[in-house]
């Protein structure tokens, strides 16, 4: 198994589990089917409710036949608990669920996390293989070589004296630039190198005066 599929393997994993953190920070949802109000209060004057559970607006249902149901109170309905009473509904109270503001966060922004980090795999997989990804446009192909790496010598450079001179010099600049910096000279920004095929463009380019 390549690289690329382990890691995406993995990024599979840790969705699942942030998807499964997120969804028990959401609201639960309640068992059995949902019922509109008006029929709720219809089942209640027709004596077939034995215990409502009353969540701020939500109200779980069980009927006497054991059948359970939730319904939400559209508006506040202040005879709703003399009317259960006098049904003799069992009215059971509970708490309202109340997420803390680290978890509000979290629901918020757990999607936009989850495709950054998912843009952000991606990217990284393109950008492997050395460099040969889509994402690698632009970068700078320069390597650092040590002095023990450098094999090529003006001797061993054919063509233009005058060419090889004033890379030389260069060479020269490099290592030494404060004594051309007293005399006024600037760090060059880059050497362009023109000719036809053949002349030593490449090996002017590589060599160096060690």
């Known amino acids: 198994m390549s690289d690329m599929a382990k890691n995406l393997i993995l990024w599979l994993v840790i969705a699942v589990v942030l998807m499964s953190v997120f969804q028990s920070f959401g609201p639960s949802e309640s068992n059995g089917r949902r019922v509109d109000y008006s029929t709720f209060l219809s089942e209640v004057n027709q004596d077939q409710v034995r215990e409502a559970r009353i969540n701020g607006r939500e109200i779980n249902v069980t009927k006497k036949d054991s059948n359970r149901y939730t319904t939400y109170i559209p508006v506040n309905d202040p005879k709703l608990l003399d ?120 090996a002017a380019g590589k060599s160096d005066c060690w």
């Open 83 to 202: 009317n259960l009473i006098t049904k003799n509904v069992k009215v059971v109270g509970e708490p309202p669920e109340e997420q803390s503001l680290l978890a509000t966060i979290f629901i918020s922004w757990f999607p936009m996390l989850l495709l950054i980090g998912v843009w952000i795999f991606f990217m990284r997989q393109m950008q492997g293989g050395g460099g040969k990804g889509a994402m690698s446009f632009g970068k700078s192909k320069a390597r650092m070589l040590t002095e023990d790496q450098i094999k090529t010598t003006f001797a061993d450079v054919a063509g233009c004296d005058e060419a090889k001179e004033e890379v030389a010099e260069l060479v020269e600049y490099l290592r030494e630039p404060s004594r051309f910096q007293k005399l006024g000279g600037k760090i060059p920004k880059g050497v362009l190198m023109v000719g036809p095929p053949g002349t030593g463009k490449n």
